[in-house]
């Protein structure tokens, strides 16, 4: 019976799960926190109703698998090239000096020196798993700050093989020698740079053959069987587990085929994601949290401390605004899940004692429950902080003459496409971006650029917010938005505001704040279908844009809320019975030419007419039935949208 333990554990969980993502929905906190302290409550030193982590621990690392998995499919290599600079120079540095703070520290507390720097290695490593999932939830990956942070977890997901390697070195019981360390960590890098090379080539021809299987049973195993095999390799050679699972995801991102993986591994990733925070919270003595309150309690608290200023010194010595590094540093201020697995080597090599093992637990499951909190608080924090921001001087010659101009905010695809038609129109603009190195590049185009926080009040003076005509929000940061938002109609209310956003729901809360009109992608998509199939019916232009012009003037209310009137629609059945006239181009290979109307008996056979006939330039109107079909000619067609349909087969044979 001990065997199916596995089974009730997991049923626990689940039931556990569910009251908790209701609840947690409802006080609007994220469903992890939830599910951390359900792990208290439920495990071995709660209520005992799951006594054994081991095999949970399993489960709970394929959810780490799958979370990763899908967090490479949403981005892409090229991605994560752009990023590199966040991923040596952020990742790097936030490693090196917390491990260097921390040690300074442990061993002014009286801490063995070689335990220090172990203690400080588990100090440096950041929740991935928590910081993906909730940045991936917000849509802020693509933000300033979200680049930082998984540039920064990416870097650190790297270190993990040179920190396990370190360990029989710090404890000096192993036999490895620091030559024989260095000769492991570079083939667990060359493994996985020929990995990458591998992957990019095959997988994608892996992948096309599932799919040509027609089979989604197949397609899915097979999915599966990439992720899981492609994690395991890395693993074999030193990586971690969901490294392996975070490539597999970036190289099957730039395939024709990942919007159906991420369908088919979403439900799975969402499951097993609940099993992983849970584990977390098995893993708490809260006997002895009770017995220590002060000390954990003073641990957590300066661990925090201590990663959110090494994040926000780093990010503000990169040339960032305070508030981008403060949003940073509270996403990463928390231990991280890859710091238990580094613990319980520790504990082999007898580098942790019991007593420092139990707040070192204690401490980073804290440290994990308040990171949503954190999170959620961020906004608020970093927008405080703009008194303690210099103010900078904008001396560009350009700024002196903006008078009825565009301000846009971002200058990604979005952004640099407005800024070109702007200035071909010659129309005066002006952008504003947070990423140094665009804004060097561009300004040394020529382009009228600046760098500055679009939610500052001293940037939006500098771009003449109370002359400006028209503020366009391109970029992918819904906090920045809605703080620039109130303080832009507050500064200058009589300003068009253009807000672009993700998703449908979030377009009330930003006309709340003063968007005079917001544009939705997942909107402008259904729009584009919308289009797409009107064409193909013949419906006339003219009543595709009516249609068109009812859903943006409603708001996209008909796309938000169930059970609306659509009587505001033209009946399309009454347009589909009236008469089109289309045109038809005849190519050379056509089998009419040469043929006259008479033979083609084109009215007869379809009930659609020919009313003329475009040749050379010239129209001949109501051509006779001897009139000859000549190569390139085009022909004007007349008839319902059956009947013009029917003539156009004829037509093409």
Request: glycine share 6%; hydrophobic share 50%.
């Amino acid at each position: 019976m001990d065997n199916f333990l596995i089974i009730q554990d997991i049923v626990v969980i689940l039931l556990v799960s569910l009251p908790i993502i209701f609840l947690f929905k409802k006080i609007n906190l994220p469903s992890i926190i939830g599910f951390l302290i359900a792990g208290m409550i439920i495990g071995p030193f709660g209520f005992k109703l799951i006594k054994s982590v081991n095999q949970i621990s399993v489960m709970a690392e394929i959810g780490v698998m799958l979370l990763m998995f899908t967090i490479g499919l949403e981005f892409s290599l090229s991605q994560l090239i752009r990023i590199k600079k966040f991923l040596l120079i952020a990742g790097g540095f936030q490693l090196v000096i917390t491990i260097i703070i921390s040690t300074i520290i442990f061993s002014a507390l009286g801490i063995a020196f070689n335990q220090a720097i172990f203690f400080s290695l588990l100090v440096s490593l950041s929740s991935t798993a928590i910081v993906l999932k909730i940045l991936s939830d917000k849509d802020e990956l693509e933000s300033p700050h979200g680049k930082i942070s998984l540039g920064i977890l990416i870097f650190q997901d790297l270190a993990i093989v040179p920190m396990f390697l370190l360990i029989p070195l710090l404890s000096g019981l192993g036999d490895l020698s620091a030559a024989d360390a260095a000769l492991k960590i570079f083939i667990a890098f060359g493994v996985l740079a020929g990995l990458l090379l591998l992957a990019r080539f095959l997988m994608p021809l892996i992948v096309y053959q599932l799919a040509n299987i027609r089979s989604r049973e197949a397609f899915t195993i097979g999915v599966i069987l990439l992720l899981l095999g492609t994690a395991y390799i890395t693993h074999s050679f030193g990586l971690s587990f969901a490294l392996g699972a975070f490539i597999a995801g970036l190289i099957l991102s730039e395939s024709d085929y990942n919007h159906q993986i991420v369908s088919d591994i979403l439900p799975f990733r969402d499951s097993f994601n609940s099993i992983f925070f849970v584990s977390i919270g098995l893993l708490l003595n809260i006997q002895f949290v009770l017995e220590n309150v002060l000390l954990i309690s003073s641990l957590t608290l300066g661990i925090l401390i201590v990663k959110m200023l090494v994040i926000v010194t780093i990010v503000y010595f990169m040339r960032y605004p305070l508030r981008i590094g403060i949003l940073a540093g509270l996403s990463l201020a928390q231990i991280g899940e890859f710091s238990f697995v580094l613990a319980q080597a520790g504990l082999n090599f007898k580098l942790i004692a019991d007593n420092y093992y139990n707040s070192f637990l204690a401490s980073t499951i804290f440290s994990m429950i308040l990171t949503p909190l954190l999170i959620k608080l961020s906004p608020f924090i970093a927008g405080k902080t703009s008194a303690l921001e210099k103010d900078k001087k904008h001396n560009e010659n350009y700024l002196e003459n903006l008078h009825a101009h565009v301000i846009i905010a971002g200058f990604g695809l979005n952004g640099s496409n407005l800024a070109r038609v702007l200035k071909e129109t010659g129309i005066k603009y002006i952008v504003t971006e947070l990423n140094p190195d665009t804004v060097k590049r561009e300004k040394a185009k020529g382009e009228k650029i600046i760098y500055g926080d679009i939610s500052k009040e001293e940037v939006l003076k500098a771009v003449k917010i109370d002359k400006a005509s028209i503020l366009v929000y391109a970029i992918s940061d819904p906090a920045v938005t809605r703080l620039s938002l109130k303080l832009a109609k507050k500064l200058n209310p009589n300003i068009y505001t253009l807000v672009r956003t993700r998703y449908v729901n979030e377009v009330d809360e930003l006309k709340k704040l003063g968007a005079d009109d917001v544009i939705p992608e997942e909107f402008e998509t259904a729009l584009q279908i919308f289009r797409k199939v009107l064409e193909r019916y013949h419906i006339p232009l003219n009543v595709i844009m009516k249609q068109t012009t009812i859903l943006r003037e409603e708001s996209y209310s008909f796309l938000r809320k169930e059970g609306v009137d659509i009587s505001s629609f033209t009946h399309l059945d009454e347009i589909l019975a009236q008469g089109l006239t289309e045109t038809y181009y005849v190519n050379n290979d056509n089998v009419h030419i040469n043929k006259t109307l008479s033979e083609i008996n084109l009215r007869a056979r379809t009930e659609a007419t020919i009313i003329a006939i475009v040749r050379d330039g010239k129209t001949i109107s109501n051509p006779s039935a001897k009139e000859i079909i000549k190569e390139t000619d085009t022909l004007v067609i007349y008839g319902t949208h059956l009947s013009v349909d029917q003539a156009i087969d004829l037509l093409d044979a």
